[in-house]
């Protein structure tokens, strides 16, 4: 324990102590000491702890807050502190430990003296402290003698890390000739070193590369511009070399560096300017419009929309002549055609192509004017071209009544070279396939080569064709509209045969027909037609024509009362003449009947047959002629029927049609076991079967009605079967000399099959046996017709002997 003398001087060295490593801003290794002593301030602690002795005793450390000096490159462990306990008297019976980060192995502890030293180097960038615990106990009991206390070893920094730049690399941008002191970029470097200690840590900026363009804020690492005549088209891109100091840019202190890319925008700052003051081009006279001449462009230093240019077409001799469009993907000015060209008229034009900027900058106005003009020279060339017709104008107009070779009209054409060669005329015959006109091939003199008839065709359209004389390859067309002027060569006709009627009781004056006619010529006063009567009629005193001068006229009556017994139809012939000129006339006849009417004027019949009829015999009469005649067709038809049932009953007897047997068309029958398919009575009734022989003697007559199946069929020459011949013979005579019966095919079912057969019969009538006991090896001789039969009965016959001899009934 400390005496009572130093309890006031070891707090006041200990004080001084601290105020002076705060002044220096490091505390050296050392030891510094805290008594815990009765009564002073600190940590206490009771005899409950473990400690020796009865009663209250207080007891602290001495302790140090340690410092080491980062990389330390000795040989020998680096001394960082020293620990003390006040219950330490210096007899060895106190043991001091360490535990925490590093203890062990970074830093060791003296058990016996608290030495604490670092036995590594040590990096305060990696790490700048570490926490331990001391401990001090009994050597002899390993009783904890105090509580354990946990003290920090600080690295202490030095100025060992140079700044870096850790966001490269920096690419930058700013405009050509922007003004002095414009911000780029900003560049940033980091020390690792303590900021908080001394200057390691504080970083400043320089210009080591393109100070001459740039520069740069020593504490920010902002980028200006150092001057205001940057030009992209001059230089597109500076690399500028930026170095960072620490230790505020003192001696002795590091350094890094990085390389600055500043690119340099372009500005519209330069005007369009053509390579040439003056292009040529040329261009045939026959080319059409939109024919593409030539392109020129203008150039421009700027880039991008900067370049953008527009043309337009500033001074003209060609009066338009030329059209200039621009090409937005390569901004060159097309130059085209836009008239047609003539090489006879104008051989030179010349056309002023001006460019200008399409994005103008305002601010570079005062730099001059962002625009520029060139000439364009266009030379026509001349090319054989084909006559021309002059006038163009095609309409001529001819008589119809005009003789042939009367002339139509003239058509004109040049040609329009220079050489002016001659030029000869023709009629595309495709137009005039009638060969209606002609023209003269030297003069180009239309004329008609055939009579005209407007009335035929009052328009003609032909085609002309103008050819140099030696050339007609250099062919032109004209259509030609010839239209044929009208001439009163038709006579008016009635519009329609008129007919009328009139009532034999009809008074004078009465109104019985207007009469209207038709005239093909169409003269250019209009129509007007004149209508009289015939002078073969103008005696007449039956009937009057009025001319209502409308160009129809009114027949009337002119006397009272007809009588149709006398006469009954009348013929008047009418006069009509049209206006001319010369005036032409026509006859037509209007037929008026004489007719019977009713009281109201209504026509009840205008047949004089009739009438004579009616008058020489009486209703009854004529109904009684009506009643005979009718019983005379009723008597016809009676017989007719008759005669026709008879016919068919008697035809019907006597030879029954045997189609009518016929049951079913494709029915096979079911082999000889099967008698119910088919009724074989139904045709044996047919015929008179007198009896049937067989079995060596005479035995009853067989019935039909008794005779319902065939079971088998044994051909016997004893039987006759001269009945079936006779009426199948007759049946067949029947048939071919009969014209009305139409062919058709017919099934018949007969129980006969014919005598004489070479191959004797198939049928499965005459089929007693099984399958299994006939042989059909025969079938083989009968030739090829036979052939496929045999070879079916052959396999046959060859599978019922494998399967041993059993078989289905045939």
């Known amino acids: 324990m400390a005496s009572r003398d130093s309890f006031w001087i070891r707090p006041l060295l200990l004080l001084l102590l601290l105020l002076l490593l705060w002044g220096l801003g490091c505390c050296p290794a050392g030891v510094v000491s805290m008594h815990m002593e009765p009564g002073g301030s600190g940590p206490e602690e009771s005899g409950d702890g473990g400690l020796p002795g009865s009663g209250r005793v207080k007891r602290g450390w001495v302790w140090n807050q340690f410092f080491v000096v980062e990389e330390y490159t000795g040989t020998e462990p680096l001394y960082v502190g020293k620990i003390h306990s006040d219950s330490d008297e210096g007899d060895g019976s106190i043991k001091y430990t360490i535990s925490g980060e590093g203890a062990g192995t970074i830093f060791l502890i003296d058990e016996l003296t608290g030495d604490i030293h670092a036995t590594e180097r040590l990096d305060r960038e990696q790490k700048t402290f570490y926490t331990l615990r001391a401990q001090a106990r009994d050597r002899q009991t390993d009783r904890l003698l105090e509580p354990e206390s946990e003290f920090v070893i600080k690295v202490q920094d030095i100025n060992d890390s140079e700044p870096r730049f850790l966001g490269g690399p920096y690419i930058g941008s700013v405009a050509e000739l922007s003004p002095i002191g414009t911000s780029v970029m900003q560049v940033m470097a980091s020390d690792a070193d303590d900021p908080t200690y001394g200057s390691s840590a504080r970083v400043v900026y320089s210009v080591l590369e393109g100070e001459q363009h740039f520069t740069v804020d020593s504490r920010t690492g902002v980028i200006r511009t150092a001057v205001a005549n940057l030009d992209r088209e001059t230089q597109d891109r500076y690399e500028v070399v930026v170095r960072a100091t620490d230790m505020a840019g003192q001696l002795g202190g590091l350094s890094g560096s990085t390389t600055v890319t500043i690119v340099i925008t372009d500005v519209n700052d330069n005007p369009p300017r053509f390579p040439q003051k003056m292009y040529q081009f040329s261009v045939v006279e026959t080319a059409p419009v939109g024919t593409l001449i030539g392109r020129v462009k203008a150039e421009d230093s700027d880039v991008g929309e900067n370049t953008d240019m527009t043309y337009q077409v500033k001074d003209e001799e060609g009066l338009g002549a030329f059209r200039v469009t621009t090409d937005s993907n390569t ?55 084909p006559p021309e017709f002059q006038p163009p104008d095609g309409l001529m107009e001819v008589q119809e009544d005009a003789v042939v070779g009367s002339l139509v009209g003239m058509v004109t054409a040049l040609d329009p070279d220079v050489a ?26 239309i004329v008609t080569s055939k009579v005209l008839d407007r009335e035929t065709a009052g328009w003609h359209n032909i085609t002309i064709l103008a050819m140099e004389a030696d050339n007609h390859a250099q062919v032109s067309r004209k259509t030609l509209r010839i239209r044929i002027l009208d001439v009163n060569d038709n006579p008016p006709e009635l519009a329609t045969p008129y007919e009328a009627a009139v009532c034999e009781d009809a008074k004078p004056g009465q109104l019985i027909q207007t009469i209207s006619v038709v005239d093909r010529d169409e003269p250019q006063s209009g129509h007007r037609f004149y209508f009289t009567l015939a002078p073969e009629a103008s005696s007449s005193h039956h009937f009057s024509l009025l001319d209502i001068e409308d160009n129809t006229a009114a027949v009337h009556t002119q006397r009272l009362g007809f009588n149709r017994q006398e006469q009954d139809l009348f013929l008047l012939p009418i006069l009509v003449v049209d206006s001319g000129p010369p005036a032409l006339s026509s006859t037509g006849t209007l037929t008026i009947r004489i007719c019977g009417c009713d009281s109201s004027g209504a026509i009840q019949s205008c047949n004089t047959t009739a009438y004579v009829v009616s008058a020489s015999l009486s209703p009854g009469a004529l109904i009684a002629l009506l009643v005979c005649v009718l019983i005379l067709i009723v008597l ?21 049609d045997m189609r009518d047997n016929v049951i079913k068309y494709n029915d096979e029958g079911g082999g000889e076991q099967d008698t119910e398919a088919y009724d074989m009575s139904a045709l044996r009734s047919l015929y008179d079967f007198a009896e049937t022989k067989g079995g060596g003697g005479e035995g009853p007559p067989v019935l039909p009605s008794e005779l319902h199946s065939l079971p088998q069929w044994h051909p016997a020459p004893d039987l006759d079967f001269s009945v079936f011949r006779d009426y199948i013979s007759r049946k067949v005579g029947q048939a071919d000399e009969d014209p009305s019966v139409p062919p058709y095919d017919s099934f018949q079912t007969y129980a006969f099959e014919g005598a004489d057969s070479p191959p004797a019969s198939l049928s499965s009538i005459a089929s007693r046996s099984t399958g299994s006991e006939q042989d059909f090896s025969y079938l083989g001789s009968w030739g090829p017709r036979f052939r496929q039969l045999a070879a079916l009965y052959a396999r046959r016959r060859g599978g019922e002997e494998d399967a041993g001899g059993g078989g289905a009934e045939s």
Do not use: C, M, W
């Open 331 to 385: 901004q060159e000015a097309l130059i085209s055609v836009q008239k047609p060209l003539d090489f006879e008229a104008q051989s030179v034009q010349t056309v002023v192509v001006e460019a200008l900027n399409k994005f103008a900058d305002p601010r570079f106005v005062d730099l001059g004017t962002f625009r520029d003009q060139t000439i364009v020279r266009v030379s026509v060339l001349d090319v054989d071209e």
């Open 420 to 445: 002016n060669r001659p030029v000869r005329y023709a009629i595309d015959r495709s137009t005039d396939l009638e060969q209606i006109f002609d023209i003269d091939p030297l003069t180009g003199a």
């Open 636 to 656: 016809v038809l009676l017989i007719l029927t008759l005669k026709r049932h008879q016919k068919g009953h008697l035809s019907s007897e006597e030879d029954e």
